[in-house]
């Protein structure tokens, strides 16, 4: 499933069974303290914190078997790459993806959307040819297609959303027609937190046959995905968002158009065999993934699915919607506050705005607190725009935040109202 219905979670998130205090033992760094202050850390749209069996894993990986994978006999080569492609598998588990080949391997979300608009955008896309996004996205889901419609005569559209941030799929499905070549738009927004109807986006834009990437940037660490009930050609997501480290990510393709697709780039271990003449490329996935990959990135993502699993993705959705909401009701009653993003189905992101402080004096005054945001347009600089807002302060939320956190958050923002009274 897509996400956890919000009735389900509100029903759940009382019986979540979230040992918080000892899921917070597990993370090494939640322990510091920051200018003297205990660390509250609201920044997990941008990245999530390591769980100490994920630095546990990169540690004895490169303790014990770090190897070239793929290419050895020996027996470092063999354990790395046995541990390697089991990932495959769990990613593949994680995300109900009907074979392992269908699962690549690349540096993160960026990369991803950019293989994509490469290897099948250039193939695929001519002149005249419409490519639909939302008024949402990442700048990641915006500039590939930017480029691409620049290089092919293309035309990117835009599917608008309401005040709320809400995508308007009335608006949404007019834009759709014969000359529509492909569909991508964010799964869950990184600004707002608006959980969009992926399920619904992609079958209006299968009606014309256009197939759908979905950036699943800030949904994959969330909620559960499956791909297949989703219907989706194509998905992507980051590790480093799903507490696993920096520098990996995951492209989801549909093996057919995969197979269809020419390689991304060019090196070792994407080729059959090469002469002067002519290459031969690799079956999948391993021709999208030229070069010595991120090996250790890989093992620890896995190591970070797995801890994940451990605790549940519907739990931790209970969880976070809980959290979600008494942040929301926290921040509602402060004046001169203004929430940035009221869509009815949300996750765990509080966007907002002060009349007294402008959002990066806002994050530097929580910083000397202790208190970890994010400030600034987070890369959706034309949502900003549609929004009427220069920036906006970010409070993201994980399951190993709690309620007293948010009560922290609270406060550092009366220490604003303080010095800008």
């Known amino acids: 499933m897509t996400a956890v219905n919000p009735k389900a979670r509100r029903a759940g998130a009382a019986v979540s069974g979230l040992d918080v205090a000892k899921i917070r033992q597990d993370f090494p760094i939640l322990g510091q303290t920051v200018h003297g202050k205990p660390l509250v850390y609201l920044d997990n749209a941008a990245t999530s914190q390591k769980p100490q069996a994920v630095i546990d894993t990169l ?5 014990t078997e770090n190897a070239n994978i793929h290419r050895g006999v020996h027996a470092l080569s063999q354990m790395a790459t046995e541990e390697y492609e089991g990932v495959r598998t769990k990613v593949r588990q994680l995300l109900n993806a009907a074979e392992d080949r269908e699962i690549i391997f690349v540096r993160g979300t ?35 297609w930017q480029m691409l419609c620049q290089e092919r005569g293309a035309r990117l559209r835009v599917a608008p959303c309401n005040d709320a941030g809400e995508l308007l799929l009335d608006d949404y499905q007019r834009l759709l027609g014969p000359r529509t070549k492909l569909v991508s738009m964010v799964h869950v927004s990184n600004a707002l937190g608006t959980i969009n109807p992926a399920k619904q986006i992609v079958e209006l834009a299968h009606r014309w046959g256009a197939p759908v990437l979905l950036d699943g940037a800030q949904a994959a660490p969330h909620m559960s995905i499956d791909v297949q009930a989703l219907g989706c050609d194509f998905y992507a997501f980051s590790g480093h968002k799903l507490y696993g480290p920096t520098g990996i990510g995951i492209l989801y393709g549909r093996a057919a158009l995969l197979e269809a697709m020419p390689p991304y780039q060019g090196g070792g271990d994407m080729i059959r065999s090469v002469t002067y003449e002519k290459t031969l490329y690799n ?20 190591a970070a699915i797995d801890y994940v699993n451990a605790i549940g993705l519907d739990r931790i ?7 979600r909401q008494y942040g929301t009701k926290c921040l509602s009653t402060i004046s001169g506050l203004r929430l940035v993003g009221t869509a009815k189905e949300k996750a765990g992101i509080l966007s907002f705005v002060m009349e007294q402080a402008h959002p990066h004096d806002i994050g530097t005054i929580l910083d000397a607190e202790g ?33 007293e956190e948010i009560d922290a958050l609270v406060k550092g923002i009366d220490r604003v109202i303080e010095v800008f009274s």
Request: hydrophobic content about 40%; charged content about 15%; glycine content about 8%.
């Open 59 to 63: 540690v004895r990986y490169y303790t």
């Open 110 to 144: 960026t990369e991803a959307i950019n293989l994509v608009a490469q290897a099948y955008g250039r193939q695929n896309i001519g002149p005249e040819d419409e490519i639909v996004i939302s008024a949402m996205e990442h700048h990641s889901n915006i500039v590939p």
């Open 283 to 302: 079956t999948l996935p391993y021709k999208f993934e030229a070069g010595t990959p991120h090996i250790a990135g890989v093992i620890g993502l896995g």
């Open 317 to 323: 959705a209970a969880y976070e919607e809980e959290l």
């Open 371 to 403: 208190i970890a945001i994010r400030t600034g347009h987070h890369c959706a600089q034309p949502l900003m725009e549609r929004l009427g807002v220069a920036a906006t302060a970010r409070a993201s939320l994980s399951f190993y935040n709690t309620r």
